[in-house]
């Protein structure tokens, strides 16, 4: 295995996937507006940080920067066990708003992570080495290595869970619509761990490494794109069964019925067309606040008496994806 490990060569087309990730990721963050949003959102920020890290280490492995697969393995399951701890440390920020009590209750558990760290560093418990295959290098599970795989899916899975949770607790709708983005960012990446320890454990010769790059890139680009307003509307358009896609359909539908009609002469009524527009802004308002008409008044800015008139008598469009 020795020799083996000295004069292995990975494939050099194989660096192209992560240099591509981190690029790209550098240009995002070259742009003001996001370099300021993570930096109000340190969690995402760290995050993003440790996914890099895993990134720049396929990077030396598959460039063949250095021969310490060891080493390299290591530290890489370092990272994977740091990404899936602020992962779960960015459900716990999002079901409380008391940072002081969930640094309390955080401290065993970031004593857990970094004595899995020492373990895998400075012993053969977790990780007794190293296997090298065509494609990319794994480990050599030591008799202990089933706690990094516990590990990791609970912290997974706690983190889906208490995002998911706080979706239905948090009180702004703006922020349920950004945790929905935010869980859906990461969907990719969970789903390939999930599925990688499974079939690790299956026997099957994968390695997370194969997902990584892409997995991370999408994160980063739908988190940045959708935590603006206007770009978070757009990308919930492209949500199936949004509410925001409904309200899109219903206005494009009935603005390009009206534009095709004047495009061959045919007489449109332009009071009839707005008034078909305000009953779907007046029932979509209705939707956000829950079916309370005062509120509903109040976002638009319009009276009781016309939130009233034009309720629920929107006609179902035909082919409307909703």
Known sequence: MGSELEIHNFNSLLVISPVTTVVIILILLSISRWRELLWESKLIAYLLIALV??????????GNITKNYNLLLKAYYCGGIVSASIFFCLGARFMSSDIFSIRKFLYPFLIINAILILFILSSNLLINGVEIHAHSISRSPGPYYWVIQIYI???VSAGIILIWRSIYKSNSKLDKKRRIVILFSFIPIIFSVLLVILLMQLGLDITWSLFLPVTTLFFVV????????NDLFKFLVNIPYSNERKTYNQLTSHILEYISKTQTDEPVSLKNMMAEIEK?????ALEIKDGNHNLAAELLSISLSTVYRHKNKIKPESGTDE
């Open 280 to 284: 779907i802004f007046v029932n979509n």
């Open 222 to 229: 739908v988190y940045l794109y959708a935590e603006n307003k």
């Open 153 to 155: 899916s609970a912290c």
């Open 53 to 62: 890290y895993l990134n720049v280490i396929e990077i030396v492995t598959y």
